[in-house]
């Protein structure tokens, strides 16, 4: 699995618009944050991660860099919570002037590894609208980079459907600002 430091850009400036924050890619080979994390937390990654929005262009698959001896598990499943398919998908968490791109493992090094991921990240997951909805695909385009849009068109949505979901977000997908 690539390797990025938590919160530094993971897309290339030159492509256009905002930088994609990496979030969770972490190896063995780079100390990494260690420490709490909520079951609530984890529970709403599942969730997410049940069908979450991907760009056409394919980012790759990745593995666990921490397991010694395995790849990692393919499947994740908390109790109460749907069983989600691991290491080919990643979830894209938009906050209120950031997006974040964390690898579907995560939920794995959190739970098997002890990681932590960034208390920023943690909030926006936790008020992260719901996978595929009006009001998830409207925070997306808010701050999404061109060329991510570009690469996996979002469903069109009426009016209507655009005022609901913006009146619902308000007033901030995230209270604080950085
Ligand atoms: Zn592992």
Redesign the pocket.
Known sequence: MAWFEDLTPCSDPGEGGKPVLAVGWIDHLHPYPRGHASRRFVMRMVELLEDPWQPRRSLGWHD?A??RFTE?PRTFELEGGPRVKLGTSNLFIPAYDRLYIAPSMMV??VD??GYAPPEEFVKAVLVCPPMRSPAYLAALRDVAPPWLLDAGPLPRMSAGARLRARSRRTPRLIGSRR
Request: one cysteine or more; a neutral charge.
């Open positions: 666990c921490l397991c990692g794995h090094a098997a590894h």
